[in-house]
């Protein structure tokens, strides 16, 4: 009966140092592949800003958030900059960014939004609605808005009329924290 108890007890080690060795290989593979997300991303913003107006200021910050937006297993990008021109009295601008091949592609480019930045549960043609916050710029009584995917896109501000006064208490998951206002963001130069 002793040898059957310590038989047991070596297979089921087996099987705990097994399960780790898998869960830690798995681990690895997933941090190189964030490792690998978030050079590309780098990249990818660092082109996208050097063609854009606010060319040559080094002090763009950026949020992002990997969610898969159209829950087909990939995750999109949601970029939300400060600094460097990116921003005005109503908020900063924010990226919805598609992946392309190891780079990226700009779904959208919304202008003046404020964290905190959450996807809804809703989906509008197959694509999950986003909330932002809207204040500032004009506008007294801050609230959110949803932006809908359209087809080809979300709306490139929450003021124009596509973009809904949301609601409150719509739940949804926060993917940029109302902390990005204060925190400093990923430095986008080094």
């Given at each position: 009966?002793?040898?059957?108890?310590?038989?047991?007890?070596?297979?089921?080690a087996a099987?705990?140092?097994?399960?780790?060795?898998?869960?830690n290989c798995?681990?690895?593979?997933?941090?190189?592949?964030?490792?690998?997300?978030?050079?590309?991303?780098?990249?990818?913003?660092?082109?996208?800003?050097?063609?854009?107006?606010?060319?040559?200021?080094?002090?763009v910050?950026?949020?992002?958030?990997?969610?898969?937006?159209?829950?087909?297993?990939t995750?999109?990008?949601?970029?939300?900059l400060?600094?460097?021109?990116?921003?005005?009295?109503?908020?900063?601008?924010?990226?919805?960014?598609?992946p392309?091949?190891?780079?990226?592609?700009?779904?959208?480019?919304?202008?003046?939004?404020?964290?905190?930045?959450?996807?809804?549960?809703?989906?509008s043609?197959?694509?999950?609605?986003?909330a932002?916050?809207?204040?500032?710029?004009?506008?007294?009584?801050?609230?959110?808005?949803?932006?809908?995917?359209?087809?080809?896109?979300?709306?490139?501000?929450p003021?124009?009329?596509?973009a809904?006064r949301?609601a409150?208490?719509?739940?949804?998951?926060?993917v940029v924290?109302?902390?990005?206002?204060?925190?400093?963001?990923?430095?986008?130069?080094?």
């Amino acid at each position: 009966m002793r040898n059957g108890f310590l038989e047991l007890r070596s297979l089921t080690a087996a099987i705990l140092a097994a399960v780790f060795l898998a869960a830690n290989c798995l681990a690895q593979t997933e941090r190189r592949t964030n490792i690998a997300q978030e050079e590309s991303l780098k990249r990818f913003l660092q082109k996208y800003l050097r063609d854009s107006v606010a060319s040559d200021d080094k002090t763009v910050q950026y949020f992002p958030a990997f969610v898969d937006l159209k829950d087909d297993g990939t995750k999109e990008v949601i970029v939300y900059l400060t600094n460097g021109g990116w921003c005005g009295s109503g908020g900063c601008t924010t990226l919805v960014l598609a992946p392309q091949g190891s780079s990226y592609q700009v779904i959208t480019k919304i202008m003046i939004t404020r964290p905190p930045i959450r996807i809804l549960a809703t989906k509008s043609n197959g694509w999950h609605d986003i909330a932002v916050r809207v204040q500032g710029g004009g506008v007294v009584r801050a609230y959110e808005a949803k932006l809908s995917f359209n087809g080809k896109s979300y709306p490139i501000s929450p003021s124009v009329p596509s973009a809904r006064r949301l609601a409150e208490n719509v739940p949804g998951n926060v993917v940029v924290p109302v902390t990005a206002l204060t925190e400093r963001g990923k430095p986008l130069y080094p």
